[in-house]
């Protein structure tokens, strides 16, 4: 599974973006898709994740403010962010496995597969 990140940019403190990640392969419905970020000079977190399932999960951080959804037809997973603050500036990471449980949605060590990373800036 090769996955391609995209939708990052420049954004207002409060403003909005949605960043997107497609997968190439076979079977993208049966896969847990997660999204992740990592700020300079701090370690990757886990932001958001849906099950092939439609079991979504997310960091408290961002709840109320981001939304995950995926679209199987289109092999591709979206992130949603609204109300952005300038804590939220990092380079997000799409993410995907086959193989995760609910209990495991938001460790990073679980998804096999990672796509480039999309920067997001958001101006205070």
């Known amino acids: 599974v090769q996955l391609q990140a995209s939708g990052g940019g420049l954004v207002q403190d409060g403003g909005s973006l949605r960043l997107s990640c497609v997968a190439s392969?076979?079977?993208?419905?049966?896969?847990?898709m997660g999204w992740f970020r990592q700020a300079p000079g701090k370690e990757r977190e886990f932001v958001a994740a849906i099950k092939w399932g439609g079991q979504i999960l997310y960091e408290d951080s961002v709840k109320g403010r981001f939304t995950i959804s995926r679209d199987n037809a289109k092999n591709t997973v979206y992130l949603q962010m609204n109300s952005l603050k300038s804590e939220d500036t990092a380079n997000y990471y799409c993410?995907?496995?086959?193989?995760?449980?609910?209990?495991?949605?938001?460790?990073?060590?679980?998804?096999?597969?990672w796509g480039q990373g999309t920067l997001v800036t958001v101006s205070s």
């Open positions: 392969g076979r079977a993208f419905s049966s896969y847990t």
């Open positions: 993410a995907a496995d086959s193989r995760i449980i609910s209990s495991q949605m938001r460790n990073a060590v679980r998804y096999a597969y």
